[in-house]
């Protein structure tokens, strides 16, 4: 199913899933068979811990005799009791704590519907414990802020110097040992930057580079 209409149009969900994701629902032909999501661990991985996020929004302009009602099973034992989503609104179910091993998920019709179950959109994520420091607090409060003021639309998310396959485009980080990572240069070329350059970037003690 797919609408031409904005969901979430006042941004009232806070996990703000995609619009173009969420105007778009898969359901299934037939009103009694439920969806199914599953998939197996890593091999030697069954012990990775998962968290679970599954937006749902209605779509359809729904008459009055109609009724999307649904819940969620995991591994038969219920996940989510009967809920309806709003009318381009976002709901979103996850999952409170980690879940370990092969998951199977059932969206599943309530007997009160009338329409099949339907899912706009799911994520999962990968539990990955890094033994690393954090980097440097002082430098994350900096750099938080230069994204904040700058208005920053690179991916920037996480820890900034770590892991290192993962750094903040733009920054190179020194990683003494036995102590936390330090940002040492900053580019912030190509966003279309003007003005002075401000004074918060000296709450970055060790940068040499701009």
């Known amino acids: ?20 994701v ?19 661990p890593p ?11 599954m937006h749902f929004a209605e779509i359809e302009k729904l008459q009055s005799n109609e009724s999307r ?4 099973t995991n591994h038969g034992e219920l996940f989510q009791e ?10 979103t179910i996850y999952s409170i704590k980690g879940l370990r091993g092969g998951q199977n998920f059932s969206i599943i019709k309530d007997d009160n519907s009338t329409l099949p179950p339907s899912i ?27 994204k904040s003021a700058y208005e920053i639309t690179k991916n920037w998310q996480g ?16 990683y003494p040992e036995n102590d936390s990572p330090r940002i040492i240069s900053l580019d912030l070329s190509n966003n279309n930057l003007t003005g002075p350059i401000p004074d ?6 060790d940068l040499n580079v701009l």
């Open 22 to 40: 969420m105007s778009t629902a898969a359901t299934s032909r037939n009103a009694n068979v439920s969806l199914n999501l599953w998939w197996d």
């Open 69 to 72: 009602m649904q819940y969620i």
């Open 1 to 20: 199913m797919n609408t031409s209409s904005t969901v979430d149009f006042d941004k009232h969900n806070r996990y703000q899933p995609a619009s173009i």
């Open 159 to 174: 820890d900034p110097c770590l892991p290192l396959n993962y750094l903040w485009e733009g920054l190179i980080c020194s």
């Open 82 to 91: 009967s809920f309806a989503a709003s009318y381009l609104y976002t709901t």
């Open 120 to 146: 706009n959109g799911l994520e999962v994520y990968t539990l990955k414990e890094f033994l690393e420091l954090e980097t440097n607090q002082v430098d994350v409060e900096a750099i938080t802020y230069v």
């Open 43 to 53: 091999i030697d991985a069954n012990d990775t811990e998962y968290y679970v996020y």
């Open 200 to 205: 918060f970037l000296s709450q970055l003690p």
